[in-house]
């Protein structure tokens, strides 16, 4: 199975500011300790490399958060089980009640395409829009592993809303963190999953896939929030709202993922403005330059992309990327508010209600915050309770 990456990895190395191994020439002076191998390991979750990181919570680095950090390149798989290596961060606090310190793995919301996106250079330049609710878990005494999923960071495009290449990514993170020798964490202690948004939807993915995947895992729960289960219906709320950049990045991902040309769709305008998405822009600078995307004034028919997802090849696509056909087994909390403006609320509901027909155990925790990007909080503040609970072995409530 091993595969050799020389020319792969030194070109993330360059992208993504790690070293190339000890025989390769210096990158324009951007060298680090992290990468030391040019072969992937025999292993899902095997660490190929690691170096110590940091964690800001400010972009002015005023406030560093008291944890070790170590960023990583581990294996894992792509939707069509090819071993790929992607990158991450292992964050673990310096003090926690915990004799078996509990690992969460933090399933990324939308970050953007770009490579300079990756949640691990975000967390040390003090710019990831997540790092309190990252933060607000080491408080609580978890260690956290952050994924930057399958192509931020390294070769090839992220494959924004790929399903499968999402999910093994998160539980290849815990293998990963668990088997990193400069952290001092139980190799096979508890896990728990974590994510909002892109990651609700990458953690619910976890949980369906964890059985057959990674059946060894001691995952105890999942915290599942706004998560985009239904592409159709998510797609059709978001195209033409303040959110339309990321359906233009849902396009662009799946398209990777699955071997499509989404050129001959586009005019010029509409391939320069996924090629500025896909390339320059992380998920704040793309929702202040492209507000209210619509994507018929992208396309040569005029249509919106939308049309297509309900025709072949995409209606396929799109329903192999639906979640709640396949059952967890461990309980859920699913957050979502009624006020969301990118995932309608009932999207999560009927999410909640496939998983329950299953017999899986999920409380489905609703409320009124306003907005996607806010209510993050709603799932932050339930979800840390939520997980000790589980971490203490106390029932899992159900509103089943």
């Not at 944890?67 to 964050?91: E, F, N, P, Q």
């Not at 997540?130 to 994924?147: N, R, S, Y």
Request: hydrophobic content about 40%; some cysteine.
């Amino acid at each position: 199975m091993n595969k050799i990456i020389t020319a792969a990895v030194l070109v993330a190395a360059a992208a993504a500011g790690m070293a190339a191994p000890a025989h390769a020439p210096a990158a324009a002076g951007r060298l680090s300790a992290l990468q030391r191998t040019s072969v992937l390991p025999a292993e899902n979750g095997d660490v190929l490399s690691s170096e110590p990181g940091v964690f800001y919570l400010d972009p002015l680095k005023a406030i560093k958060v008291d944890a070790s950090v170590h960023r990583i390149m581990y294996r894992t798989t792509d939707r069509s089980g090819k071993a790929i290596a992607v990158t991450g961060t292992v964050l673990n606090p310096r003090t926690s009640q915990y004799g078996q310190r509990p690992i969460v793995a933090f399933a990324p919301g939308t970050q953007g395409l770009a490579d300079k996106c990756a949640p691990s250079r975000q967390l040390a330049e003090g710019t990831e829009y997540e790092a309190l609710p990252i933060k607000k878990l080491l408080d609580q005494g978890f260690a956290v592993v952050v994924t930057d999923y399958q192509g931020l960071g390294t070769p090839g495009v992220h494959t924004y809303m790929d399903r499968e290449a999402q999910g093994r990514a998160v539980l290849d993170s815990v293998r990963a963190a668990q088997r990193l020798d400069a952290v001092d964490l139980p190799d096979a202690g508890p896990a728990a999953l974590y994510g909002y948004s892109q990651g609700g939807g990458a953690t619910a993915s976890a949980a369906e896939l964890a059985p057959s995947y990674a059946p060894e895992l001691k995952i105890k729960g999942a915290v599942v929030g706004a998560p985009p289960a239904d592409m159709n219906k998510v797609a059709d709320s978001m195209d033409g709202s303040a959110y339309g950049a990321f359906f233009n990045y849902a396009l662009t991902g799946l398209a990777t993922a699955y071997g499509i040309d989404t050129a001959p769709y586009l005019t010029a305008h509409g391939k320069r403005v996924t090629n500025d998405l896909r390339d320059n822009l992380c998920t704040m600078q793309a929702l202040a330059k492209y507000p209210f995307l619509n994507s018929r004034f992208l396309t040569v028919d005029g249509r919106p992309l939308t049309e297509r997802l309900k025709r072949a090849p995409w209606d396929k696509i799109v329903a192999e990327q639906q979640l709640g056909k396949r059952k967890p087994a461990v309980p859920v909390l699913l957050s979502h508010s009624a006020l969301d403006d990118v995932v309608p609320q009932q999207v999560g509901k009927n999410l909640a209600a496939d998983w329950c027909r299953q017999g899986v155990t999920v409380r489905f925790a609703g409320n009124h915050i306003p907005g996607h990007i806010a209510a993050t909080e709603g799932t932050s503040s339930e979800g840390r309770p939520w997980l000790a609970d589980r971490f203490a072995d106390r029932t899992a409530p159900s509103t089943c």
